[in-house]
């Protein structure tokens, strides 16, 4: 059984090896295999056939879809989402007759992230806090902050609310969410979340 007592769900056919650290509230589901040494925070959710290796970090409340592998190198912070079969990768020149395991690079998917299925993730990149990479996208350089990504090799073609939609931006690079009313700005290239959706007076 994994190092950490706390309260969490690991399903019979799934393999959590001892030196595994699960957060409580974890569910770990069918055939699903944890090596010792990974790092899995509270409240994580992994859907069927998943793999995460040793070298690999997920914050609090990460939800990991059917058959997907966390390599050694990859962090995912809090509240990411991963959808099904999307693809992280390790190494950029791999060959089955050289060891690479000097030449791992890191990948980092910053708060609140959304990978959609498919997705391929090319090492050494940084997704920033609550991007979005379409489905099939094949992400090759870093995003910045709530970019919307699409396409192969991957394109910011808009931009997202923490919320999930997508803003649409007025001419003083002012945005609204849609859903939540919370107030974006866009300025050199960058969306900088500015405030929670302004209330009306009181009646």
């Known amino acids: ?10 399903h019979a056919t799934a393999e959590v090896e001892p030196g595994a650290t699960v957060g409580a509230g974890t569910k770990v589901w069918r055939h699903c295999h944890v090596v010792s040494g990974a790092r899995l925070g509270p409240d994580c959710s992994l859907g069927q056939g ?31 989402f991963v959808g099904p079969a999307a693809v992280f990768t390790n190494v950029r020149q791999p060959r089955a007759h050289v060891s690479r395991r000097h030449a791992y690079t890191t990948t980092l998917v910053r708060r609140g992230a959304t990978i959609g299925a498919n997705a391929t993730i090319l090492s050494g990149v940084t ?13 090759t350089r870093d995003l910045p902050a709530h970019a919307l990504a699409l ?8 931009w997202m609310s923490r919320h999930g939609e997508r803003l649409d931006f007025d001419v003083h690079g002012n945005a609204i969410c849609p859903s939540t009313g919370e107030r974006y700005r866009f300025h050199d290239g960058q969306v900088k979340y500015v405030s929670a959706a302004v209330q009306g007076p009181a009646s």
């Open 127 to 139: 997704i920033g806090e609550y991007a979005f990479v379409g489905a099939g996208a094949v992400v």
């Open 151 to 158: 396409g192969a090799p991957a394109q910011v073609v808009g």
């Open 50 to 80: 998943c793999y995460v290796a040793g070298g690999a970090v997920l914050g609090r409340g990460v939800r990991i879809q059917n058959h997907v592998s966390l390599y050694d190198g990859v962090t995912l912070e809090d509240e990411v």
């Open 1 to 10: 059984m994994p190092e950490d007592p706390s309260p969490y769900f690991i």
